[in-house]
């Protein structure tokens, strides 16, 4: 039988273990916010490596998706605190990593290509784990509003996170700032510590192997026709979009704004605040028609938006 856990039925602020998944969730998003503001300042500013920027957002791009769906088997296999916890202190591990290779004045492109591949590699069993352990962990009349709750926290941590790295970097050497990052990690890794799992009657699925796991997933997302056509749109949308702006935003402060750490850090918030504002745009006004054609037409937009950007010297038409 399955073991539901006592805090489960309790009030949602009054669940501990959902209190602590939060404030790992907090953690977690500041933290990655920081490391990849500081490790893409210190690209362009103190290598010098504008133009290899691009491969080390690669380096931390591709483990991350050809890995996510492997993290969602492996989270319906595994405990999700546990998963949650080891790719917390794996990853405090390679921040301390690159302190030492700091200290030894060695933290070159190649060192920073294989921290960003093992880095997005952990990444992409947390998340799943992380989603997968709040419907554990929440009584079922609360989930909607947890859910909700730890998708505000994750753009809320996306917007503050950068401004507060570009803080640090103000005061601190990048070692400092990376070793900060790290000791939040590990302070995530306690809030794991405390939780309490509750145990799941693992169903006959969850005995099936990886690949048969992967293969069923994959048929699921293709044949209902509305999932495949989103993919389908979403998929060139990814890439056209997410790369650009990851790239060419920080290119663009140091050449054409010739702005400092603080300056990335508004341009990083602004787009967050703005995906924090259309989510509750949509939350207070739900589309109920022809939404295809909508999210066509905004990806269209947005588009129009990112080559109207390279127009402007002011920053804050920038962050508009």
């Known amino acids: 039988m399955p073991y539901a856990s006592p805090s489960a039925h309790a009030p949602l602020f009054a669940n501990r273990n959902f209190l602590l998944l939060w404030l790992t969730s907090i ?9 990849m503001m500081a490790e893409t300042w210190y690209v362009i500013t103190v290598l010098g490596a504008k133009e290899q920027l691009g491969w080390v957002m690669l380096a931390a791009s591709v483990p991350r998706l050809a890995l996510m ?45 294989a921290f960003a591949a093992l880095y997005g590699a952990m990444d992409a069993f947390f998340w799943p784990a992380r989603d997968s352990l709040a419907p554990s962990i929440v009584a079922h009349a609360d989930l909607s509003r947890a859910n909700a709750i730890m ?39 306690l809030c794991m510590v405390l939780m309490k799992e509750p145990l799941i009657q693992r169903t006959q699925a969850a005995a099936r192997s990886l690949w048969t796991e992967l293969q069923t997933g994959a048929q699921y997302a ?9 993919m389908l749109i979403y998929t060139p ?24 750490a603080s300056t990335l850090a508004w341009l990083q ?52």
């Open 151 to 189: 998708l505000s926290t994750n753009q809320v941590g996306m917007v503050l996170g950068p401004v507060l790295g570009a803080a640090l970097l103000a005061f601190m050497s990048y070692g400092q700032v990376f070793a900060i990052t790290a000791g939040l990690l590990v302070l995530g890794a």
């Open 69 to 113: 769906a492997i993290g969602g088997v492996v989270a319906d296999k595994q405990s999700r605190r546990r998963i949650i916890l080891y790719s917390l202190l794996a990853r405090s591990g390679l921040l301390l990593g690159l302190v030492a290779l700091l200290q030894g004045g060695v933290l070159v492109i190649g060192a920073l290509l």
């Open 27 to 35: 953690i977690c998003n500041a933290a990655l916010a920081i490391a």
């Open 269 to 320: 918030s602004s787009f967050a605040a703005g995906m924090v504002l259309g989510g509750i745009v949509l939350s207070i006004w739900p589309p109920r028609r022809r939404r295809l054609l909508m999210i066509t037409g905004m990806i269209t937009l947005e588009g129009l938006l990112l080559a109207l950007l390279p127009t402007t010297s002011q920053v804050w038409s920038a962050c508009a």
């Open 237 to 260: 949308a990814n890439l056209l979009f997410v790369g650009p702006l990851g790239l060419c935003v920080p290119v663009f402060v140091s050449d054409t704004l010739h702005g400092q």
């Open 222 to 230: 293709v044949r209902p026709p509305v999932l495949a056509a989103i």
